[in-house]
């Protein structure tokens, strides 16, 4: 069955870069069937849609997080990325990785999700 | 705030039937399809609806989902106690081109 971790320093200081990395098990990141994505839910709050990837490196991104986002794909280790530049207090939240998969009428919905990994920026 | 409104808390006894609804505008619910997830304390969001009212393997058909213009609803019928959680909505939006959710639903078994 298909899984998905998120792995990651737990701690950022602000202006720096938060860097996390989600590992696909027991399935193919290269399946030209799916795209992968990032959300976040802050505590307390609802779930937020970062961005998402196709394994050939296609995105979308949230256009409120756009200029500080980059999500990229390695094929060859069977991982995604997201880059979340100069962050923020505002930027503390539970960080998921996601699959999506389409229906037979070519609507979209996330899936499979991974645990999530809890994210702090702090000095 | 978030994209989708949904009221941010219901109740209902076990037995019960209770709906959460999700409004959303004509560029999300209106034109895509609508998913809700469940997410229990500290885990992770778990598809419970996909489609508008397609159930993934493995959720009962108590819960069923559907869809009204700009509008979506998801209803939970033969409450149990184990239906505790937070539920949202999601949608695409043509405008943003991107995910949208609801705030969340805090529903609570009395």
């Known amino acids: 069955q298909l899984q998905l971790q998120e792995s990651g320093p737990g701690l950022v200081k602000p202006s720096e870069t938060l860097s996390l990395t989600c590992t696909v098990s027991a399935g193919s990141i290269s399946s030209s069937t799916y795209y992968w994505g990032w959300i976040r839910q802050p505590p307390g709050k609802g779930l937020e849609w970062i961005g998402s990837?196709?394994?050939?490196?296609?995105?979308y991104y949230n256009p409120s997080l756009k200029s500080r986002v980059t999500i990229s794909v390695d094929t060859s280790k069977n991982q995604f990325s997201l880059k979340l530049s100069s962050v923020t207090a505002a930027d503390t939240a539970v960080y998921y990785c996601?699959?999506?998969?389409?229906?037979?009428?070519?609507?979209?919905?996330?899936?499979?999700w991974g645990k999530g990994t809890t994210v702090t920026v702090s000095s | 705030q978030s994209v989708l409104t949904q009221p941010p808390s219901a109740s209902g006894t076990p037995g019960q039937r209770v709906t959460i609804s999700c409004s959303g505008s004509?560029?999300?619910?209106?034109?895509?399809?609508v998913i809700w997830y469940q997410q229990l304390p500290g885990t992770a969001p778990k598809l419970l609806i996909y489609?508008?009212?397609q159930r993934p393997s493995g959720v009962p058909d108590r819960f069923s989902g559907s869809t009204s213009g700009t509008s979506a609803s998801l209803a939970i019928s033969g409450l149990q106690s184990e239906d505790e959680a937070d539920y949202s909505c999601?949608?695409?939006?043509?405008?943003?081109?991107?995910?949208?959710f609801g705030g969340g639903t805090k529903l609570t078994v009395l």
């Open positions: 489609s508008n009212n």
């Open positions: 990837i196709y394994y050939s490196g296609s995105t």
């Open positions: 999601a949608a695409w939006d043509d405008s943003l081109n991107g995910w949208v």
């Open positions: 996601a699959r999506t998969s389409v229906d037979p009428d070519y609507y979209y919905y996330m899936d499979v």
């Open positions: 004509s560029s999300n619910i209106g034109s895509n399809t």
